[in-house]
């Protein structure tokens, strides 16, 4: 009896013992499930890379460079700094999920954007927002939301937006994929193109310089509705940035850092003008048409 009773226990015991170590595991699962994701872990959940031939070589090196980033925080305003790159962000009046962006150093969709083709092509040839970048000079080639994306390649933008304001902009990966910094409280990830809502089409770019593209220089530079400094003013360009110039003329002169001129230069992609003085170059631009 002694020895049976001892057995009993033993085996009782053991049954304890599977018991608790099961319990122990599933609180750990738990556990794990519920912990914050870091960079590390999410980059290996998530496929994120050139996935289909066809694009430039500056693209391809933007693709790599955009999904290096996985992981990294969403941040409303990061990668806006003087140079391209990660930044603390802002507190978007808007969205209450911001309220730690000030903390978190990441990117915005733009800011993401704009890193990635500074490290594929040097320089900063895609600053501003998401708006400024889908209307970008470099813009090479237009793709509307009822293509879809059979004819899109990787490093090829993606928009959303109505009535010809774009709010938010995404890397295409190739295969229906894409990298994204979406939304404060987030980090960039990748995943599936989003067709539906609001979706304004695609661009490709051509990052290298083309005719008739020259840099401002200055800060808080205004663009005008006429080649006036006395007519409405249209966009600010809060640093030195890339634009294109259509046709120029002889108007309004001004005069800035010792410097007078009456050269006004016509900005497409803006609807505006802006005075030579802020561009730079010859105070008349080399190869750059008079306007009628």
Known sequence: MAMRRTAAAVAAAAVAVLTLLAAGAGTHDAAAAAAPKTAKTAKTEQACGVLAPGASTAAEKAVVAACEQIGVWYTWGGGHGPQPGPTYGQVDPSDPDSAHDPERLGFDCSGLVRYAYHRAAGGDPLPGNAHHQFHSPQVQQRFTAAQGTA?????????????????????????????????SGTRITAGDVRPGGDYAGAVRIAPATAPGTFSTWGTDVWTHREPSTGSPRVHRFPGPTTVRVECQKHAQPVTAEGYTNDAWSYLPEYGSWITNIYIKGAAWLDGVPTCP
Do not use: C, Q
Not at 156 to 179: P, R, T
């Open 151 to 183: 004819p899109l390649l990787p490093g090829d933008f993606l928009a959303w937006g109505s009535g010809g304001s774009v709010h938010h902009i995404a890397i295409y990966l190739g295969a229906g994929k894409m990298v994204e910094a979406r939304e």
